[in-house]
Nanobody, 127 residues
Framework: VHPLVESGGGLVQAGDSLSVSCAASGPTFSSGTMAWFRQAPGKEREFVAAVSRSTRDTYYADSVKGRFTISVDNAKYTMYLQMKDLQPEDTAVYYC????????????????????WGQGTQVTVSS
């Protein structure tokens, strides 16, 4: 059983908006760090955004800053990624990742710091 389940992916056109969600099975990650990564065909998995659950600090990749917003609903144990002005280069499988413990700022972009992963949800942006 995966502790993290993503949903909300789909096919949109360039310029559209889309939100993806990541539901945790409980409060396991309530004090840790949660993040979104993505992987496009033939490319390495890359960092998109992260949020520290305890400090509420957020972090973004330069490529999505100003277009994507990461947030958490503590009552629902759910993390969201709201994506605006989507472009074809945003096409990828989006993965939710979480750490039970808070990850220091300098390491939040490192996928190896996260031990819990969802199965991924496909986001496709047509031009």
């Amino acid at each position: 059983v995966h502790p993290l389940v993503e949903s909300g992916g789909g096919l949109v056109q360039a310029g559209d908006s889309l939100s993806v969600s990541c539901a945790a099975s409980g409060p396991t990650f309530s004090s840790g760090t949660m993040a979104w990564f993505r992987q496009a065909p033939g490319k390495e998995r890359e960092f998109v955004a992260a949020v520290s659950r305890s400090t509420r600090d957020t972090y973004y990749a330069d490529s999505v800053k100003g277009r994507f917003t990461i947030s958490v609903d503590n009552a629902k144990y759910t993390m969201y990624l709201q994506m605006k002005d989507l472009q074809p280069e945003d096409t990828a499988v989006y993965y939710c990742a979480a750490s039970v413990n808070r990850i220091i700022t300098s390491a939040v972009r490192n996928s190896q710091m996260y031990r819990n992963w969802g199965q991924g949800t496909q986001v496709t942006v047509s031009s």
